[in-house]
């Protein structure tokens, strides 16, 4: 009975073994593979034409600009234009009362040929005295005195012709004309106002075609307009090859183009910057003298540059980089040099070539020199 049930137990252990055994090509054929491919979205690098540029605050100033003030006081005559005209270089503005600078004339006239008179008499007292003295006459003492008396008539007479070059001249200045041609603001006065001498403003004049835009750089983006213009060996006073445009309070940007004809010789030592100065066609009075406006200097011609989204850009420690998958499907790291934004992508330098498959998803899921499995997102246009 012992041996038995020995062979029985030692039977039943065969038999499940053998069917574990069976059992298990079964099993694994159901289970998943070991280990997957992690997936990651990839998009291919492109390249696009690029006109580096740079963005300031700048403000619009008249090419000139001229305050008017009387030169002399009296009464205004006349006002011979409307506010906010357009007026050309000799035009009268103002006019003052005459009559008391045509008086001043007739007075001066007067003056002088009473003046001429009484050197006449002199030049007779003179030849006079010189005749009785060289007689013996006349002590020399009277000759020197007829010399003063005359010396001195001939002197009045001129500070008199003096006096009517002055006169003449403060009766031009009655007429008020434009030194300048340009736009008239409005006019702090009207005909009967008196004007005094303490040099009130009348109105003013500022050119308005064409026109200044004036902005600040410091001198590390000085250094970087120079060089994305390829212009930092030639530090001149301009910028040879940019272009300036105006975007206007509305975002819109201004019609016409300008070009920088000056920066200043020297820096601002409070704010460490440089004025630059850009001139820029104004025909339709857009621009005004003071206003505000969005200055971008951008290069005249174009040049190629590889674009990335900018989701795809990491930072580290070490500076910007991004994970691209290489020919074997593995994971490296490439140190990038950026360029400037455009929308939502970034211009890169260096560290990228047309064709590279750069991650945008997936980037914390793998590590360089991992194999993935790249899935490609074709990019936007």
């Known amino acids: 009975m012992h041996k038995h049930a020995r062979h029985s137990s030692v039977t039943a252990t065969y038999s499940i073994f053998l069917v574990a055994i069976s059992l298990v090509p079964e099993a694994r054929a159901n289970d998943p593979p070991i280990n997957p491919l992690p997936s990651v979205s990839v998009v291919r690098v492109i390249m696009r034409e690029l006109k580096p540029a740079i963005a300031f605050s700048g403000r619009v100033e008249a090419k000139d600009s001229v305050q008017l003030r009387a030169r002399v006081v009296g009464f ?10 357009d007026v050309k270089t000799g035009d009268v503005l103002f006019t003052m009362e005459e009559r008391p600078y045509e008086a001043a004339i007739d007075q001066a006239n007067g003056a002088i040929e009473s003046g001429k008179s009484t050197l006449a008499l002199a030049d007779i007292e003179m030849k006079r005295q010189g005749a009785l003295v060289s007689k013996g006459a006349a002590p020399q003492s009277q000759l020197d005195v007829a010399l003063a008396n005359q ?40 005909a009967g106002n008196y004007i005094g001498s303490s040099g009130e403003v009348l109105a003013s004049i500022v ?41 206007l309070a509305n975002g819109k940007h201004y019609g016409y183009v300008g070009k920088v004809d000056l920066v200043d010789v020297s820096t601002n030592q409070g704010t460490d910057t440089v004025a630059v100065r850009a001139v820029f066609p104004n025909p339709n009075n857009i621009l005004s003298n003071g206003q505000l406006v969005s200055v971008i200097v951008e290069k005249a011609s174009t040049e190629t540059a590889v674009f990335v989204p900018q989701s795809a850009i990491q930072i580290d420690q070490s500076g910007p980089y991004a994970l691209v998958v290489n020919k074997e499907n593995k994971i490296e790291v490439r140190r990038l040099e950026p360029g400037p934004m455009v929308g939502a992508e970034l211009s890169v330098t260096k560290g990228l070539a047309q064709g590279d498959r750069i991650v945008t998803e997936g980037i914390q899921k793998v590590r360089p020199g991992q194999l993935v499995e790249p899935i490609e997102i074709k990019p936007a246009l």
């Open 76 to 85: 205004l005559k006349q006002k011979h234009f409307t506010d906010g005209q």
């Open 151 to 190: 010396r001195e008539a001939r002197g009045n007479l001129t500070r008199l012709q003096a006096d009517l070059v002055i006169a003449k001249l403060n009766l031009g200045y009655t007429q008020i004309r434009a030194p300048i041609g340009g736009r008239i603001g409005r006019s702090q006065y009207s």
């Open 207 to 247: 050119t308005q075609d064409p026109i200044y835009v004036t902005f600040s750089v410091s001198q590390r983006e000085l250094i970087a307009v120079r060089e994305s213009l390829d212009n930092a060996g030639r530090l001149g006073t301009k910028f040879d090859d940019a272009v300036v445009h105006v975007r």
